[in-house]
């Protein structure tokens, strides 16, 4: 019996978690239930208490997994091979780019789902939500860094809040696709983004050439 609990016991919890991220992602905290995240992850309400007390609890491992799996893609990623600082800031868009024509999905980021809906009420999430996007930035912000030192010294303009602006138009511009109904808002974004980035930086031909950063996992 024993042998048997320890076997099943991963695959199921991680089932509930996998939906809890898919269903928050695409419908909010508040509009994802207990039943809907047992209805996807193929799990009884019963499965759901054995190892979960609430959605409150769900979200908490929907969030630490979401926060692993997205800091694990950003590590291995193909930019991270590129040598010089100012195009391996350009080949990061293109993977953002990648990212979004991979999924295919209009889903947000559900650090970003869950900090607009909690945010302002639940310190938990507020901190939790926090830390995702300060990692996300200290991450942006060395490259930037390098990048002003390299290609552009004189430059006024601070290297980390760049990369919290940068963090805000990949963000917004998630949320502007959802009432849109489709993901062209989020690519042309990134385009905007990568125009003024040129011009901080005076760079006069197109960050990236165009090319592909390598293919993105689906996310």
Avoid: W
């Amino acid at each position: 019996m024993n042998t048997r609990h320890k076997s099943t016991s991963p695959s199921t919890r991680r089932k509930l978690i996998d939906a809890s991220v898919e269903l928050i992602r695409v419908r909010g905290f508040n509009g994802t239930t207990v039943e809907d995240i047992c209805k996807t992850a193929g799990v009884t309400k019963g499965g759901f208490f054995h190892y979960f007390e609430s959605k409150d609890a769900v979200a908490d491992a929907a969030l630490a997994t979401f926060t692993e799996a997205r800091n694990e893609i950003f590590r291995e990623a193909p930019f991270r091979q590129v040598a010089d600082p100012l195009e391996r800031v350009f080949a990061r868009l293109d993977f953002e780019k990648d990212l979004i024509e991979s999924s295919g999905k209009l889903k947000g980021c559900l650090a970003g789902m869950l900090a607009q809906e909690l945010a302002s009420s639940r310190k938990e999430y507020r901190e939790a939500c926090q830390g995702f996007f300060a990692s996300r930035a200290d991450d942006l912000t060395a490259d930037l860094a390098a990048a002003k030192a390299a290609h552009a010294p004189r430059a006024d303009f601070d290297p980390k809040s760049l990369a919290l602006f940068y963090l805000a138009v990949i963000q917004g511009s998630q949320i502007l696709s959802k009432v849109s109904g489709n993901n062209e808002v989020r690519l042309e974004s990134i385009e905007h983004l990568r125009a003024y980035l040129r011009g901080l930086f005076g760079v006069a031909r197109p960050g990236g050439r165009g090319r592909k950063s390598g293919s993105a996992p689906k996310s």
